[in-house]
């Protein structure tokens, strides 16, 4: 099952970004979409009892994890607005993704910060539940080391990244950017190993994300 998880996102995004473009490549998409977070979704509701998921609730809200929610967002998102803003907006080619988005009927700001908040809160929480608690989960039940889980992890959150960023941007930027994904599966992962919760890792998440969607505001000219 963890197999089936690790593939599904690689492949969807290879298939609907490189190998099948159009409705084949989509189809595919969908699927491995619906085994990424279908097989989780089983999972968690076969093994996780309510008084497991407020018992994760109570540590997340912690001072200390919400503190460290707060701040590695803060400071990943900013390192990535001061990053975009400061050097890459000027020197980075952006015209292939600014055209799929326009495409996609997303260069209307309304629509363009409706979808963006459902990813930033949304996505984000299932991103954690996949990545962090099933992935995390299944790796720790491997006995494998927690020196080795959390980059392993981070690297299976990683590999579709790569494959996406690829598909719009030089390699500069695909290095670049799998790097901070990197980064914050490290980050995301440690947090659940030390609090026993998403949440923390989750509003990180959430931070970082909507960083992002601020750069990509930019390069829709929403920012003014």
Request: proline share 4%.
């Amino acid at each position: 099952m963890l197999l089936l998880v690790v593939a599904a996102p690689s492949l969807g995004a290879l298939s609907a970004l490189w190998l099948w473009p159009g409705a084949t490549g989509s189809t595919i998409y969908l699927a491995c979409k619906a085994v990424l977070y279908g097989l989780p979704a089983i999972v968690a509701w076969k093994t996780i009892s309510k008084q497991d998921m407020r018992a994760g609730i109570r540590r997340g809200l912690r001072p200390s994890a919400l503190l460290f929610g707060l701040t590695s967002g803060v400071l990943i998102g900013g390192g990535i607005i001061a990053l975009w803003f400061g050097w890459l907006d000027e020197t980075v080619d952006t015209q292939r993704l600014v055209e799929v988005i326009k495409e996609s009927g997303l260069d209307d700001a309304t629509s363009f910060w409706f979808f963006a908040a459902w990813l930033c809160l949304g996505n984000s929480l299932l991103e954690e539940v996949v990545f962090r608690w099933f992935v995390d989960s299944r790796l720790a039940r491997l006995q494998t080391p927690v020196a080795l889980a959390l980059p392993i992890s981070a690297l299976i959150f990683t590999a579709h990244h790569v494959i996406v960023l690829a598909a719009y941007f030089d390699p500069m930027m695909v290095l670049l950017g799998s790097s901070g994904v990197f980064i914050g599966g490290l980050t995301w992962s440690w947090s659940l190993r030390r609090w026993g919760s998403l949440l923390p890792g989750w509003i990180s998440h959430a931070l970082v994300d909507i960083a992002i969607f601020i750069v990509g505001a930019s390069m829709l000219g929403f920012l003014g």
